[in-house]
């Protein structure tokens, strides 16, 4: 089974899934982990082959992926859990609710690589043919800086490259398969199971691969809500955690009023004292 660790909040009942990208670990949320921890109990798995586990599967698909996710829930006895989840750990979660909306509360997908258009679809077929003449470490890198481009991505790029040694170059190749599939299966996400969870997408106004299809994929789901960062590319996380971190703070604590309440969870209505960052929902999304 796979590595993960469980932080234990024992003035909560609430729990949290936290899923990484492609390459990391669950070393990637050190700048969520100690406020997330003051509210709620924390799972914090590494995907096979990253991070600790050093346990690897011959090969990989979305649902099995999916469904290695729902075997730590079992084996803590949890029946439903929130997800957060960056970059392909969003993609992750939603195939997690694909095929076990029932042991998901609401999803926070930040960087959310949940949609391809050409020139993702067109990187990644690149991406395909370099890795049979380059080592995956100068692919990794490029595509780091591909997707991170800008000065202020820098420690963001440092730390997705870093991570990706410690996962090798076999098993970069066999998750990179599994990516490489992606836009087979992007007709998966108009299952109802999974557009009737409640989530909400915080995004980099600098992610210029994904988040236009994001904001599309708000104005189909009435239970998506969206928050863009100023400044931020596709590791918001890590490039404004303190915005990042309110967010997810405040949606998750809105969801339990609501719930509390009977009502769905949604957005706000209209910004908070004149604060440009506050969430807000998905008609008033807007790109940077």
């Known amino acids: 089974m796979l590595h993960y660790e469980v932080m234990e909040n024992e003035n909560s009942s609430e729990w949290i899934m936290l899923l990484h990208g492609l390459g990391g670990s669950s070393s990637i949320w050190y700048k969520q ?30 649902q099995g992926v999916a469904d290695e996710m729902i075997k730590v ?15 392909m750990g969003s993609g992750v979660g939603c195939f997690m609710g694909v095929y076990h909306a029932d042991r998901i509360k609401s999803m926070i997908l930040g960087g959310a690589t949940v949609g391809m258009d050409t020139r993702t679809t ?7 043919v370099l890795k049979y003449f380059m080592p995956y470490m100068w692919i990794y890198r490029f595509f780091a800086w591909i997707m991170m481009p800008r000065k202020n991505h820098c420690r963001s790029r440092q730390i997705f490259v870093r991570e990706a040694h410690k996962l090798g170059g076999t098993e970069f190749r066999k998750w990179y398969r599994l ?24 995004m980099g106004n600098q992610d210029h691969l994904f988040l236009k299809q994001i904001v599309n994929w708000t104005h189909r789901d009435h239970n998506a809500n969206l928050h863009i960062i100023e400044n931020a ?22 969801y339990e009023v609501n719930r509390a309440s009977g ?26």
């Not at 971190?245 to 809105?254: A, G, I, K, S, T």
């Open 33 to 62: 982990i100690p406020e997330l921890a003051k509210h709620y109990n924390l799972i914090l798995p590494d995907f096979y082959g990253h991070g600790k586990s050093r346990e690897v599967l011959p090969i990989y698909t979305f």
């Open 233 to 254: 590319g596709h590791l918001c996380n890590i490039e404004k955690p303190d915005e990042f971190n309110r967010v997810c703070l405040q949606y998750l604590q809105d």
């Open 122 to 128: 067109a990187l990644l077929h690149a991406g395909n």
């Open 73 to 87: 829930l079992d084996e803590l006895n949890l029946p439903r859990v929130h997800l957060i989840g960056i970059s």
């Open 263 to 288: 009502k769905e969870i949604s957005g706000k209505d209209e910004k908070e004292d004149g604060d440009s960052s506050s969430i807000q929902p998905k008609k008033f999304a807007a790109g940077g």
């Open 179 to 202: 990516l490489k599939q992606f836009p087979l299966y992007q007709l998966e996400f108009e299952r109802q199971t999974l557009l009737d969870i409640p989530k909400l997408f915080i």
